[in-house]
């Protein structure tokens, strides 16, 4: 059973940082594009991050560029997202998604096959 399983969500205060975790079992995901998505409450699933199999080329959403940082180990089919400089904006469910086969658009949510559950980030003003 194909899974990604993301972690390290919790409350933060403004101007903190939090690094979520998203491991991946039952295939390698070594090959493939990872992204980072988010939902806040009435809004609809944002692009964050992504990144390629690789781990040389990455893309990030216009909100988060200069603050969050996408990175992998392919060792360990984890993928990371480094939050720094968090405001209440940032408020939402992380999620992390495959692009398999890594052929999509960055910051089209339904061109991403696999998805984890997500993990809440509140962050207190």
């Known amino acids: 059973q194909v899974q990604l399983v993301e972690s390290g969500g919790g409350l933060v205060q403004a101007g903190g940082s939090l690094r979520l975790s998203c491991a991946g079992s039952?295939?390698?995901?070594?090959?493939?594009?990872m992204g980072w998505f988010r939902q806040a409450p009435g809004k609809e699933r944002e692009f964050v991050a992504r990144i390629r199999g690789s781990g040389s080329g990455t893309y990030y959403g216009d909100s988060v560029k200069g603050r969050f940082t996408i990175s992998r180990d392919n060792a360990k089919n984890t993928v990371y997202l480094q939050m720094n400089s968090l405001n209440p904006e940032d408020t939402a469910v992380y999620y992390c998604a495959a692009d398999t086969p890594p052929v999509g658009r960055a910051w089209c949510a339904s061109d991403y096959l696999y998805w984890g559950q997500g993990t809440q980030v509140p962050v207190s003003s």
């Open positions: 039952g295939r390698t995901f070594s090959w493939d594009a």
